[in-house]
RNA sequence: UCCUCGAUAGCUCAAUGGUAGAGCAUGCGGCUGUUAACCGCAGGGUUGUAGGUUCGAGUCCUACUCGGGGAGCCA
């Protein structure tokens, strides 16, 4: 075989998941330096050949023609090892690679800045390019790709259809948050109309587009034809947000269930969550390992916790109840009609529950227009699901399906018409009951992983003035 | 956007208003089984930016920039 890809050497995770088969055979391992130890006469190497978490131990000795050569290799080098497997002597490791031949693929530069030794989260993120070498960003990036694959699994298997919404959009009746502008208009020498406003008929879609904050109204509208649907995609806030739990660009987890009400809503979203942490459990048990002895020490205990309990339940209005008699001092004041603290919503499931709770049946005044209003014509079909230390995970409703009832709120909330037409048409065409979520995919792995800034679960976060890389 | 804390060597951090240091990393040397190896030596600084106070500022004051934590908004 020619050329120099993985195909014709071994995978440090082939061996890792069975080494007895390589056991005193001749293999070839291509990767790079994690770290290297050396004596007079013979060293270490830690390989990282980037399919699996734990490196591979290369020792090497004087017989090797290159071997003063192998043993100034900095760190980050890449290399092709061929040598022998055998068990190992040292305690950290049940086998070993005695080399006989070291390629040198590539001498990293000697002010590669990665050490070996921990660097903060904070350094990590200015160097976002590199930071994936680290044992840390390794685990959270396989991790996440594990559970990308997961969330299709478990919808798939339930015969759900995979829609993909646009990311631009011409609707601004979303209603979740700022947007970010697309367009292709001059802003130095920008076209206005008579009235002196900007003409975005001249604009590249001849009307105001821009980037999507939900992919909810166009699944709706696949929901009325395929029943079971769900979006999983990018999606774009223009919120002046500076938290960890924040970012301006994040992927969003969107099932949409035709003839479904609240409670079915409550259930698949419980049985996903479950279905996902038994999932990465399964499949990354030595990234999930990392996690719980380094990141977060209680990790296995909390998913374990949470796999094995049933999620709490409770209206808006018992909320209410349970913080006005709750025996701690909060900044905000409790008023039914006025939407939960974060303060509230960690006491709820922190403290009150300790486990993942649903928080169900809103004020209307304070939830989206499209959700189902209920029979008290003061609270609508919504739920949070609040978990400890990240908080909302998912927000979710039932949708209303009534014409008439849709109708009369969107005038209520001064919102036009014509915006809605298509929206409203989905409920004149066969429109019946339907309820969905969005999950923060981002808020997803931080809760799995126990990683507390969002800016460490995505590749190169997009958060208010940092657009690097 | 608000509150709060911070910015000193590549990294993590010290330094009573009075000569800017350490550990790690890097370079060189030593070491026959290491595990963030170990031991020795060396190089490495416009103390975030711009002003100000002072005989003298890393240190005090003002503004700005960037970052951490918290809040709002949300997923």
Known sequence: MTGGNSMDAISVRG????YQSYLNQPITVKGWIRTLRTSKTF?????????????????????LNNFSEVAKLTLSSAICVHGRLVESTGAKQPFELQAERIGIENLASADYPLQKKKHSFEFLRTIAHLRPRTNTFSAVFRVRSLLAFAIHQFF???????????????????????????TTLSFTDTPRNAQGQTDFSQDFFGKETNLTVSGQLNAEAYCMAFRNVYTFGPTFRAENSN???HAAEFWMIEPEMAFAELADNMHIAEEMLKYLIHYVLENAPEEMAFFNSFIEPSLFQRLTNVLNSEFGHLTYTEAIEILKKADVQFNYSIDWGSDLQTEHERYLTEKVFQKPVFVTDYPKGIKAFYMRLNDDDKTVAAMDLLVPGVGEIIGGSQ???RLGYLDKRIAELGLDRKDYEWY??????GGTKHAGFGLGFERLIMYLTGITNI???????????SADF
């Open 43 to 63: 060293g270490f190497i830690e390989l990282n050949d980037g399919t699996f978490f734990m490196n591979l131990q290369v020792v090497f000795g004087d017989n």
């Open 455 to 465: 800016r460490d679960v995505i590749s190169f976060p997009r958060t208010v003035k």
């Open 424 to 429: 409203l048409d989905l409920r004149k065409y």
């Open 243 to 245: 938290t960890a739990r």
């Open 399 to 401: 949708r209303e399906e």
């Open 15 to 18: 061996l890792f998941r069975q």
């Open 156 to 182: 798939q298997e339930r015969n759900f259809v995979y829609v993909q919404t646009p990311i631009i959009t011409g609707s601004d009746c979303e209603g979740a948050g700022e947007m970010f502008r697309v």
